[in-house]
């Protein structure tokens, strides 16, 4: 709403003020002669439209402002929130690089002054360099579309280089180093391949199914770092025997689940009581006796609510956690059905 002559009068009276320019310096900033600035603030007049831009950076505000007649205090908040940010990054960016140069220099000088050749200097390197990965170079206005993939990128090359400086130099085994490896990899999939999945763009068919790209290639990580450890430990017997159907065992449950929650067509708290009710049956009656066969520790866990001595414990824990979680599934699966019967009363 265009703003009454006196009112804006009033507001170029305030901001000249603020700025602490008299009638005729203001008049010289915007080429005008000072009896029109005097009109303006008396309110007898408004200024010509072309004098809108140099009149508000006279003023020191936007032209918003200055066409409203009044402070824009959101913009004004958002501007200083930018300005603290700005300074923020800046002290940061200054503090940790000088931090990580001071750091190399001094570590390089001590190494060839004590040991007279440059040897766990690299170790300080690939460290220092796994650092700013992750605290400076997440900062720096980088050209690039996904900065978050690069820092990822930096950090796993930085740590993995890290890994390897520490093998050759201090250890003749190597087999931990790529374990390690596979282990951090896993990781890294296991935690950023659903952002990945959830980010990148599919193809129709293939975008419909996430949930399941996402939880294979956790699966797939997962077998192939068991497979690396069989490798390195030259048991690969065992990886077939035991370390794969244990596995696999415990896999069934979250793919169950997922597949119920991402797929089954009925309302959502009919498939949250599915799973949860699911869960409870599962650990209760097919995880804990496989994972018995499978490695041949075959106990007894007798049950009696009456008493909780050693024998007793892990019985009666197992017999309350399948009570409790098919009776959340039951109240779960129950609010479904008060919901849609609502719904419908409500339709009719």
Known sequence: MTPSKKAFGQFVIAKRQAAGLTQRELADRVFITESAVSKWERGLSYPDITLVGPLAEALRVSEGELINASDDHASQQVEREARVYRRWRASLLWSTSIAYATTLVTCFIVNLS??????????????????FSLTTLPLLALPVLHRGWLVLGAGLFSLFALLAIVRLLYSDDGGWLLIAICAVMFAAVLVFGPIWFATRPLPTPVSHHRTVLALGADTVALVLLLLVIALVNGDLASFVTQSLPITAVCLVMPWVIALVIRYLPIAGLYRAGIAVAFAGVYLFAVLQPALDRLTGDHQERPVDLGRWQAEYINGNVNVLTLIGTVLIGAVLALAAALRGGQRTRELR
């Open 114 to 131: 004590v040991e007279h050749t440059l040897s766990w200097y690299w170790v300080v390197v690939a460290a220092v360099a796994l650092a």
